[in-house]
């Protein structure tokens, strides 16, 4: 099979071009971004000797902090890395806004004009969040955030105004009461009510400003509670994003979590642990059934006014649905890690990780360091070189780093 790399598919962005209309430099980047995928070998010279190219997504953990206790998730989730932390220990070790903005104005001088992603924890809970944004996006930087919906509502017209280039928003359900369970919140919290809010006012916000940013995408990770309800989920918030993105989930199995830990010490000389949040056993009681909801997903969004629907990885059928949730060692032609190369992955206290989840190996910290000169320095040199030579390791295969970026 093909070296598979991942894409956004042709009407996803025929359905949205014309938002980008007023900004053509956004428009031009992502072009860029997919073609460093498909001609990586051409455009990357250096990468058998681990070397990096230019930066083209920064991608920056704001905080570990979250109002919900969501149980897909590998940081506060049942299982999470994050269970038992200190709240106040992990607010205080983040990285102030002021460092961000040193590093990304660094980033520009060096030629480096990355897309920002911004995620946590919950991103809109870091202080200075918005004024991240917007002196981000003057700096020229397409900024992203991947929220639950906390805070949206209130910062809708600064959200607008900078304009922010996607908006992402996690929907796990079509209504209150399912969304609800799926997303726990950690105190007294309405996720389900927030997001429709937080909707509402970009919505309002984008046609007030005549400005047709920020993109606005849904998030959902399919899970046991929601796997017969996704069409439900398009119907649900059809008029109200501009599309839709449904995640199998990434989780990994015990055998691969414990062959990852000897793997990842005979490469690098200690035992990683962080992996472990994202062990899970969670399968479709039925395949068929999961399938036929993704078939009615593509069979609704078919027509071109309707928003567009993208499944990441982009695996249908019974029989590869059933591989994917049973078998961890089928990366389905996803072979090679190119995230490595093109995006930086900074972490809530500033480190610098080649992986987004599973972040033991840590090459550098951006509070004392400069980000770009971490980026091609002999730790992270020694990651990639690893990568390309050994090959994958064994939580790869269910990594949004390799099938997802």
Same mark, same amino acid.
């Given at each position: 099979m093909k070296d598979r790399c991942s894409s956004i598919g042709r009407g996803a962005v025929l359905r949205n071009l014309w938002r980008f209309g007023r900004h053509p430099r956004i428009a031009a980047k992502l072009v860029a971004l997919q073609a460093q995928k498909i001609f990586f070998n051409q455009l990357s010279r250096g990468y058998r000797q681990g070397c990096g190219g230019k930066?083209?997504?920064?991608?920056?953990?704001?905080?570990?902090?979250?109002?919900?206790?969501?149980?897909?998730?590998?940081?506060?989730?049942?299982?999470?890395?994050?269970?038992?932390?200190?709240?106040?220990?992990?607010?205080?070790?983040?990285?102030?806004?002021?460092?961000?903005?040193?590093?990304?104005?660094?980033?520009?001088?060096?030629?480096?004009?990355?897309?920002?992603?911004?995620?946590?924890?919950?991103?809109?809970?870091?202080?200075?969040?918005?004024?991240?944004?917007?002196?981000?996006?003057?700096?020229? !930087?397409?900024? /992203? &955030?991947?929220?639950?919906?906390? $805070?949206?509502? +209130?910062? #809708?017209?600064?959200? =607008?105004?900078?304009?922010?280039?996607?908006?992402?928003?996690?929907?796990?359900?079509?209504?209150?009461? !399912?969304?609800? /369970? &799926?997303?726990?919140?950690?105190? $007294?919290?309405? +996720?389900? #009510?927030?997001?429709? =809010?937080?909707?509402?006012?970009?919505?309002?916000?984008?046609?007030?400003?005549?400005?047709?940013?920020? !993109?606005?995408? /849904?998030?959902t990770t399919i899970s046991r509670a929601n796997m017969h309800n996704l069409a439900d989920i398009y119907e649900a918030f059809r008029e109200h994003v501009d599309l839709f993105v449904f995640y199998l989930s990434w989780w990994i199995d015990r055998n691969h979590a414990q062959a990852?830990?000897?793997?990842?010490?005979?490469?690098?000389?200690?035992?990683?642990?962080?992996?472990?949040g994202w062990i899970g056993d969670w399968k479709p009681e039925e395949y068929g059934a999961l399938d036929r909801q993704l078939q009615e997903l593509r069979a609704r969004s078919r027509p071109m006014s309707f928003p567009p629907v993208i499944l990441i990885p982009d695996i249908s059928g019974e029989e590869n649905l059933r591989r994917y949730y049973t078998d961890h060692s089928c990366r389905f032609g996803f072979e090679r890690c190119i995230s490595i190369y093109n995006a930086a992955e900074v972490n809530s206290n500033g480190d610098l990780s080649p992986c987004r989840d599973f972040h033991d190996y840590v090459v550098g910290n951006i509070k004392g360091s400069s980000l770009t000169g971490l980026w091609n320095s002999p730790a992270y040199i020694r990651f990639r070189r690893s990568i390309?030579?050994?090959?994958?390791?064994?939580?790869c295969s269910r990594c949004c780093g390799l099938m997802g970026y």
């Open positions: 930066i083209l997504q920064l991608s920056l953990r704001l905080t570990d902090l979250c109002n919900l206790r969501c149980a897909t998730c590998g940081q506060w989730g049942e299982g999470g890395f994050l269970r038992g932390k200190d709240l106040k220990e992990l607010k205080k070790q983040e990285v102030p806004l002021g460092r961000y903005l040193e590093q990304i104005a660094d980033l520009v001088n060096d030629g480096h004009v990355p897309f920002l992603y911004l995620w946590g924890g919950e991103p809109m809970l870091y202080d200075g969040v918005l004024d991240l944004i917007e002196s981000a996006t003057a700096m020229g !930087l397409p900024v /992203s &955030i991947a929220t639950n919906g906390a $805070r949206i509502a +209130s910062s #809708a017209t600064r959200l =607008a105004r900078a304009p922010l280039f996607l908006l992402q928003v996690s929907i796990d359900g079509p209504t209150e009461q !399912l969304h609800n /369970s &799926i997303r726990k919140g950690a105190g $007294r919290c309405n +996720s389900f #009510a927030e997001i429709k =809010a937080g909707l509402a006012e970009v919505n309002r916000e984008r046609r007030s400003q005549k400005n047709n940013l920020p !993109l606005i995408a /849904s998030l990852h830990e000897m793997d990842f010490a005979r490469r690098f000389g200690f035992a990683p642990s962080l992996h472990r390309s030579t050994e090959g994958l390791m064994p939580v």
